[in-house]
């Protein structure tokens, strides 16, 4: 607990921006708050198992998954909370929020490119299937690919309005 307290300072008490954006996604959305903040300790968990020990670039790494899904702020509640299948229609808008947290975000001078990517390339897929754009894996930031895999897991094991956890 002493450490995971330790890591919530460091994380939150260097900036300004980073707060303020986790308090708002709290605000609109419990559900993606509880996912953000898993979605980053799994990516800090898996970077390290991949090698990646320098501190600034796992605080780095994050801070932008703890942002992965600010764009879901600009979704209404109602499709993020949504108990049913989603029509094509929601399915279009949900798949705006990477696009948007992209746009808000990219105004942050303290945000470097891969943490950018972050935001914008969680869903793309390493076959080009993937959204915003469809980009092919070798054109994936590798820190997005990484989030890509702890965002799937950690969507897969949670509950969530419209099932159970596995």
Known sequence: AEQVGQNIVALIGDGEMLPRELFEIARHDFNTFTHVTNVSSYCVMLAEQMGITDPQELQKIASAAILH???????????????????????????THPQRGYEELYEQSQLEFGQLMMVYQHHEHV????????????????????????????????????????
């Open 69 to 95: 899904d600010v764009g879901k702020r600009f979704i209404p509640a109602s499709i993020l909370a949504k108990v049913g299948r989603l029509t094509p229609e929601e399915r279009a808008i949900i798949e």
């Open 127 to 166: 076959d080009g299937s993937g959204y915003p754009v469809g980009v092919p894996g070798h054109e994936i930031h590798p820190w997005a690919r990484m989030l890509a895999v702890v965002d799937v897991f950690d969507a897969m094991t949670a509950k969530r309005p419209y099932r159970r956890s596995v």
